[in-house]
């Protein structure tokens, strides 16, 4: 069974604080993995896509990183408006390519000033 | 650009009573369309995906079901709404399955 584990649950960070969040995961072959941002109240918004160990993608002061066992998003230099719960999503791969995202439970992070 | 509308924002609803929750999509033609239930403090579970009109995938057994009468409209239906029902429901669409999907706002369902 593909399984998506998020750490830590919860982060407080203060601003100009660099850190991490942690995306493990186990699929039986993966096609993507896929970073979200999600607002209270609010729907998932796109972050990255990432396919292939090695990769990375940057976008401000995040940026995603991806091995073969996990991901992990980094913060440089956060600020208070980066404040939100951020979730990992896997795509598996199987021979009929018909599989939908399969979702972390996400890292909430709170940015202080 | 491509833009997914979901209504309503809040919905609450009686034990037993009836559900319906429209999704539409535009800008784009023959989307992968989802509906997501995402609980308190939980991740997102896949409800039903379709590929096209009138092709609906249910990924857990459960008390709702979905249809997709036009290519950009997709909704979610319960016929008798239980407490477990209540939850965040959010919409989303996607080029094809291995792509990344996009989430409309997402709605506040309580069922009491």
């Known amino acids: 069974e593909d399984q998506v584990t998020q750490s830590p649950e919860a982060l407080r960070l203060q601003e100009g604080e660099s850190s991490s969040l942690n995306c493990s995961y186990t699929?039986?072959?993966?096609?993507?993995l896929f970073w979200y941002r999600q607002d209270p109240g609010k729907g998932p918004e796109f972050l990255f896509t990432l396919y292939s160990a090695g990769e990375e993608k940057e976008k401000e002061r995040l940026k995603a990183t991806l091995t073969k066992k996990e991901s992990f998003l980094h913060i440089t230099a956060p600020k208070p408006e980066d404040s939100a719960t951020y979730l990992c999503a896997v795509q598996p791969a199987d021979k009929a390519g018909r599989r939908a995202l399969t979702f972390g439970s996400g890292t909430r992070l709170q940015v202080q000033p | 650009s491509q833009t997914i509308h979901q209504w309503p924002a809040t919905l609450v609803q009686p034990v037993g009573s009836p559900l319906s929750l429209e999704c539409t999509v535009e800008?784009?033609?023959?989307?992968?369309l989802y509906w997501y239930r995402q609980a308190a403090g939980r991740g997102l579970q896949l409800l039903f995906y379709?590929?096209?009109?009138?092709?609906i995938s249910s990924e857990v057994p459960q008390n709702l079901s979905a249809s997709r009468p036009q290519d950009r409209q997709f909704i979610l239906s319960s016929k008798k709404l239980l407490l477990s029902d209540s939850g965040f429901y959010l919409c989303a669409w996607s080029v094809s399955l291995n792509t990344e999907a996009f989430f409309g706002q997402g709605t506040r369902l309580t069922v009491v």
């Open positions: 800008g784009t033609s023959n989307p992968n």
């Open positions: 699929v039986s072959g993966l096609r993507g």
């Open positions: 379709s590929v096209g009109i009138g092709q």
